[in-house]
T-cell receptor
């Protein structure tokens, strides 16, 4: 069964510090991996999307890395801001077909930035 | 603002009732997706429509149904509601398939009493 495991479940850091969130997956074969940011009570917003041939992708202070061999991805947040407080969701896509039933969602990491 | 609109924002109803949630996708997007998010669960994919046709089915209960209309807006119908159906329901849209970025709406918060 395809699974996406995220760690830690929750994380509290001080404003201005860096942090790294982890995503391990068992989805195989694999097409692409996405990171979403979800503010409390709002819809998720896409941060990055990477195919199996990409190792790293940045979006401002967010940098995602991917190791398709070990089936691991990380999301690094640099110089955190209070607005980074949110849940971060890892989503992995299998290549077959085109339907969303090929998506596997992680449960997310809840990040709190303290002033 | 993602460009995806959902109505209503909040809905309170009683067990056994039926409700309809509405979603308008971004202009030009042909695919619409429905997700359920409970407090202790991650996003659960329910169903996807592409240009009016059902494209993929996830963990959607038989009490739930959806459709996409010719103008591409979509409705999710929830019937015989139970307490456990209380959740946030999100609609998302993309140009065509799941390999693209999905744009999520603000969600409908359903409370079943």
């Amino acid at each position: 069964k395809n699974q996406v495991e995220q760690s830690p479940q929750s994380l509290i850091i001080l404003e201005g510090k860096n942090c790294t969130l982890q995503c391990n997956y068992t989805v195989s074969p694999f097409s692409n991996l996405r990171w979403y940011k979800q503010d409390t009570g709002r819809g998720p917003v896409s941060l990055t999307i990477m195919t199996f041939s990409e190792n790293t992708k940045s979006n401002g202070r967010y940098t995602a890395t991917l190791d398709a061999d070990t089936k691991q991805s990380s999301l690094h947040i640099t110089a955190s801001q209070l607005s980074d407080s949110a849940s971060y969701i890892c989503v992995v896509s299998a290549p077959s077909g085109g339907g969303a039933d090929g998506l596997t969602f992680g449960k997310g990491t809840h990040l709190i930035i303290q002033p | 603002d993602s460009g995806v609109t959902q109505t209503p924002k909040h809905l309170i109803t009683a067990t056994g009732q039926r409700v309809t949630l509405r979603c308008s996708p971004r202009s030009g997007d042909l695919s619409v997706y429905w997700y359920q998010q409970s407090l202790d669960q991650g996003l659960q994919f329910l169903i996807q429509y592409y240009n009016g046709e059902e494209r993929a089915k996830g963990n959607i209960l038989e009490r739930f149904s959806a459709q996409q209309f010719p103008d591409l807006h979509s409705e999710l119908n929830l019937s015989s509601l139970e307490l456990g159906d209380s959740a946030l329901y999100f609609c998302a849209s993309s140009v065509s398939g799941r390999f693209e970025t999905q744009y999520f709406g603000p969600g409908t918060r359903l409370l079943v009493l």
